[in-house]
Nanobody, 128 residues
Framework: QDELVESGGGSVQAGGSLRLSCTIS????????MAWFRQAPGKEREGVAS????????AYADSVKGRFTISHDDSEATLTLQMDSLKPEDTAMYYC?????????????????????WGQGTQVTASS
């Protein structure tokens, strides 16, 4: 069964760091788009970062560029989001997601409706 399970969320002071992990099980392998999304109360779900696991191409939302790093380890079946210099506006529930991409190169879009598989989320809170 294809499943994504997030971990690593928590509460930090602004300026701190957190590392989110997403454990991948089932048939989700190295030919998928994988991404991190977040959703704050009262706001729409937004894409934070994506990675094409076939070409390793990454893409980031402007709001997190230079602060967040997405990575994927196929052998460990893990998707990671390293978050540095956290700001209060980064506070949200964070979700990992995946959809089939095949061997197409290039960056993956972060439109929520494109993604087939979703984790249940992990809360990140950055306080000032």
């Amino acid at each position: 069964q294809d499943e994504l399970v997030e971990s690593g969320g928590g509460s930090v002071q602004a300026g701190g760091s957190l590392r989110l992990s997403c454990t991948i099980s089932g048939g989700i392998n190295g030919r998928y788009c994988m991404a991190w999304f977040r959703q704050a109360p009262g706001k729409e779900r937004e894409g934070v970062a994506s990675i094409n696991t076939f070409s390793s191409t990454t893409a980031y939302a402007d709001s997190v560029k230079g602060r967040f790093t997405i990575s994927h380890d196929d052998s460990e079946a893990t998707l990671t989001l390293q978050m540095d210099s956290l700001k209060p506006e980064d506070t949200a529930m964070y979700y990992c997601a995946a959809h089939w991409r095949g061997t197409r190169l290039g960056a993956c879009v972060t439109t929520p409706g494109t993604y087939t598989y979703w984790g249940q989320g992990t809360q990140v809170t950055a306080s000032s």
